[in-house]
């Protein structure tokens, strides 16, 4: 059982920028694809941004694409999303997830092992 933690949330204006990291245990993250969720209070979660176990293929939340990259790397069992351009409707909990079959997006199915969040939150 991969098991993820997530790190780099904070409280940034609006236009700023936060850097998220989800850092998993385990000998076989190489083998997952890996996603990026949120949660904002009142909703329900949604998926934000996918990648593939090798990084060749990434999938993005429509109201994203062109500000959030997300990027992995392997050898450090580590998964990134890098948040530009930040709005208050970003604010949300943001959890990372795996999923050992492909990726379904954008429904964001099949993703599970969810770490503990970590909270953003952009001030107007």
């Known amino acids: 059982q991969v098991q993820l933690v997530e790190s780099g949330g904070g409280l940034v204006q609006a236009g700023g920028s936060l850097r998220l990291s989800c850092t998993a245990s385990g000998r076989t993250f190489s083998s997952y694809a890996m996603g990026w969720f949120r949660q904002a209070p009142g909703k329900e979660r949604e998926p934000v941004a996918a990648?593939?176990?090798?990084?060749?293929?990434?999938y993005y939340k429509d109201s994203v694409k062109g500000r959030f990259i997300i990027s992995r790397d392997n050898a450090k069992n580590t998964v990134y999303l890098q948040m530009n351009s930040l709005k208050p409707e970003d604010t949300a909990v943001y959890l990372c997830?795996?999923?050992?079959?492909?990726?379904?997006?954008?429904?964001?199915?099949?993703?599970?092992?969810w770490g503990q969040g970590t909270q953003v939150t952009v001030a107007s």
């Open positions: 997830a795996t999923s050992s079959g492909g990726i379904s997006w954008p429904s964001g199915r099949g993703f599970g092992a």
């Open positions: 990648i593939n176990w090798s990084g060749s293929n990434t």
